[in-house]
């Protein structure tokens, strides 16, 4: 069978534009946030030439990408809200001098620090995480590893940047 030719690919995904902005501005609830990750869409969809036995499939495939990428939208979109709201809630009675300021800086500092120390695959565990909200078994999935690594390498992370505090402070 004779896969879809990147310009085969690319009329489907012309076709279909319209109403893939419409489901993800659905999911997402802004018509203009839709539009960039239409657009981020066809970025990806470029790639995946000569992966399609039919543009039926092609089709499929296109609104599947679609819905997966409004909903990992709203999750980080949601994990990044509830960051802000706890964030704020631990300043909005505290009036911060200057050596508060400073103290803060540093250990800030010190988690870049310790953050640079730890190995690539440790950092994704810990970003996936803590920033997009992941659950070890969806990482598990991205990154290609077990769920028990990633348990691993989120321990080993958080126990790293706990000791480089302690060891600041």
């Known amino acids: 069978m004779v896969a879809l030719t990147s310009s085969e690919v690319m009329g489907v995904f012309m076709e279909a ?23 981020e869409l066809y970025l990806r969809v470029l790639k995946l ?3 399609f036995p039919t543009q039926d499939d092609a089709r499929r495939y296109l609104v599947r990408m679609a819905i997966n990428a ?21 300043f909005e ?4 001098t200057p050596e508060d300021m400073m103290v803060a800086g540093d250990q800030l500092r010190s988690i870049e620090t310790a953050l640079q120390e730890l ?6 565990v810990l970003y996936l995480s803590h920033v997009e909200g992941l659950t070890h078994a969806e990482i598990a999935e991205r990154l290609g590893v077990s769920r ?22």
């Open 148 to 169: 028990s690594l990633v348990e691993k390498y989120s321990v080993r992370a958080l126990m790293h940047c706990k000791a480089h505090l302690s060891s600041k402070g």
């Open 70 to 90: 409004a909903t990992d939208h709203v999750r980080v979109e949601g994990r990044r809200t509830e960051l802000l709201a706890g964030v704020f809630s631990l």
């Open 49 to 51: 030439a000569g992966t």
């Open 119 to 124: 190995p690539h695959k440790c950092r994704d």
């Open 17 to 39: 534009r319209r109403s893939l902005e419409r489901v993800m501005a659905y999911r997402v609830g802004c018509r203009h946030t839709a539009q960039d990750l239409t657009q």
């Open 93 to 96: 009675d505290h009036a911060a």
